[in-house]
């Protein structure tokens, strides 16, 4: 049989073995979408690479490889500005495609300077590089992404040993020579006609499910916590690195609007009162990842 040291570190293995895996899993699927990314050099954005040189001197972090999206990704990536990750180690920053032309009037990646505004969104970006934001599984990201799991988890692993419990307490103490089954189970006021019937069965369902459904709940609250908190301290980052927050501010209000006239021209064939339904939701959706733009700007200009 083996010592507890020693099923501690087989658990420890099969652990790092899993993480590995899951790493591995993570950096795969990053190269993949960097292979559809044209990587950006000091001679064709200039300006982008000393704005970063100007940020990772200011903040000591190292200064990131810089990639490009390539059009045609998809409406999602295609209307993004910017993006931080780690991949394999080293520090990534990823730049979109269109939105920058549309809200920052400007061709980064031929411009010999860049905008303040743009500047400044890139320091929040690269503020998830110094918060570790991305690292797996320890960063803001992936703790928030695997809060709804464990809490859904918990609440079951909690609702079953509240339920042991409260059945070992409930059920008479006695010695199994003493009596024989049967008695033993008429003594804890259950018969054999009553044991295992559909509707206990139904009901057990029904609790298990309703308690995933509270743990899942409280996750997702827990990961709208943990992202709107991670946001603002890079919006905090920004205005540091770039000595105020109103460059932030003014790229968040034109990026902002910029999202309200797509939202416009994709809701524009609803009636009115269904335009504002789900503009409500969107609105509810998009807390999740990050804080109202109102909340944001507030801070930045405080």
């Given amino acids: 049989m083996q010592s507890g040291r020693n099923v501690w570190l087989t658990a420890r293995q099969k652990i790092r073995c899993k993480l590995g895996n899951a790493v591995s899993i993570i950096d795969n699927s990053t190269a993949k979408l960097l292979s559809k990314c044209d990587e950006l050099t000091h001679a064709n954005a200039t300006g982008i690479f000393h704005a970063v040189q100007q940020i990772s001197e200011k903040s000591g972090i190292k200064v990131p490889k810089i990639y490009r999206l390539k059009a045609n990704l998809g409406p999602i990536l295609d209307n993004f500005p910017a993006g931080a990750l780690q991949h394999r180690g080293e520090n990534v920053l990823l730049l979109g495609h269109s939105i920058n032309g549309k809200v920052f009037g400007v061709d980064y990646t031929q411009a010999s300077t860049i905008s303040d505004e743009f500047k400044a969104i890139l ?37 079953y040993a509240v339920r042991s419990y409260l059945e070992k307490k409930v059920t008479p103490s006695i010695e199994s020579n003493e009596k024989t089954p049967e008695e033993l189970a008429s003594a804890a006021g259950v018969t054999n006609a009553h044991k295992g019937t559909v509707f206990e069965a139904i009901g057990k369902v029904a609790i298990y499910t309703a308690m995933a459904m ?27 690195v770039m000595g105020s927050g109103e460059p932030l501010a003014r790229a968040l209000e034109k990026f902002h609007s910029h999202a309200q006239e797509l939202s416009a021209n994709q809701l524009g064939h609803l009636p009115a009162e269904k335009q504002a339904m789900a503009k409500k939701v969107i609105s509810f959706l998009e807390s999740f990842m990050h804080p109202p733009v109102e909340q944001r700007i507030k801070a930045l200009r405080q």
């Fill in 214 to 240: 509270l743990g899942f709940a409280g996750g997702m609250l827990m990961l709208r916590n943990i992202r709107q908190n991670m946001e603002f301290s890079c919006d905090a980052f920004s205005k540091k």
């Fill in 123 to 159: 320091a929040h970006e690269m503020g998830h590089l110094y918060r570790k934001d991305t690292k797996f599984p320890t960063g803001a990201i992936w703790r928030s992404n695997l809060s709804p799991l464990a809490c859904m988890v918990g609440a079951i692993a909690g609702t």
